[in-house]
């Protein structure tokens, strides 16, 4: 596998079909055609197939493809063999909604830290997470190292609760407020913040 | 202004720089410098410079930009000197988040339906919208056109509720859901879905 030449289109399809193997693996199926997968995934057999290719020769023709085989090798590419340590800052609704979905996904993320800075919500165990005061993220003593930070506070302290993220030795950071973060080249960072995503969508619908 | 012209990660700033220059004109302030701007910002005074000049002439140098003329030229660049009307299909959590996170902001962006399968929130109200069952989705008349549409249901269901919503005459999707959904072109969809922007995350973390 040339990771180099996988167009980035099929990186970002990568989850999609890592979800829906990893269902249709504990559902007990064992092969699948790309039209039948075309069909639980939404993505055109044609593109399924090219997808597929870049990663080795999963597919027999007329039998379709090796769901397990498949899987672990998605699986191992994307990284999710080993499990993922996050630290989530704020937890007041949408902080509170992430901890809830990646409980219940049980998807290879697992939460070892949650902060806010709202005294009525520190103390207080949310999933089995006692939230810790935001204003103790600097000096927090995680028992496993954090390897991913979410930031779901106030617009204002988000650059600041980034830089202690960082200084916590986390590689990538999920951004749910609406805030450029200045870090360092090396930290991977996902920007998830549902108004500005609103502004630039009706930018595009006024503008056909 | 010559649209086309306008690069993309430009037109990703703008609804951050929208946000930053109405809380500084509410705030009273008419002239800022494109230094002090970067500040509040996040972003370098000249890639601050070069997006807004695609806009127009709005700073006087050693004055700086006039903040309620820029506002006014973003806010119409953006389509939102009207207001949106949004529909909402899934309210447990992640839902719930959106519309607090909706309500509070007084966006520009008005959720007039909200949709659930659940028989418990069906019929209760949540800032100050009565919750209506999914399966009303189809045959449910708003009192005013739907334009964009948030899903936040199970993925199985996902797909249907998106069709539902473009037959309501939705231009734009916002998709929390880990679906991918097969809609005709000229519908716009923003994808939002956590856990594969953390797959997506850890991929990009693992292959450095």
């Known amino acids: 596998m040339k990771e180099q030449k996988i167009p980035k289109e ?26 039948e997968l075309s069909e639980y995934l939404g993505i055109k057999p044609t593109q399924i197939r090219k997808d597929l290719s870049y990663f080795g020769d999963f597919g027999t ?35 509170c909604a992430i901890m809830d979905l990646l409980d219940f996904n049980h998807s290879g993320f697992n939460i070892v830290a949650a902060f806010d800075s709202d005294n009525r919500v520190v103390g207080s165990n949310i999933y089995g997470i006692t939230i810790q005061d935001l204003d103790n993220l600097k000096e927090c003593t995680a028992d496993e190292p954090i390897d991913i930070g979410i930031i779901a506070v ?55």
């Not at 099929?10 to 039209?35: A, E, F, M, Q, W």
């Not at 023709?61 to 996050?86: A, C, M, Q, T």
Request: charged residues 25%; contains cysteine; proline residues 3%.
């Open 61 to 95: 023709r007329g039998v379709g493809y090796d769901l397990r085989k498949l899987f672990k090798e998605i699986e191992s590419i994307l990284n999710l063999e080993r499990s993922w340590n996050i630290a989530i800052a704020g937890v007041s609704n949408i902080g």
């Open 10 to 35: 099929t990186i970002k399809r990568l989850p999609l079909y890592y979800r829906c193997l990893n269902r249709l693996v504990v559902l007990g199926k064992d092969t699948l055609s790309s039209t």
């Open 154 to 208: 106030d617009p204002v302290d988000a650059r600041e609760v980034a830089n202690c993220l960082v200084d916590k030795g986390v590689k990538g950071i999920v951004n749910f407020a609406p805030t450029l973060l200045n870090l360092p080249k090396e930290i991977e960072v996902v920007q998830m913040d549902l108004t500005s995503e609103l502004g630039w969508l009706v930018f595009y619908i006024g503008h056909r």
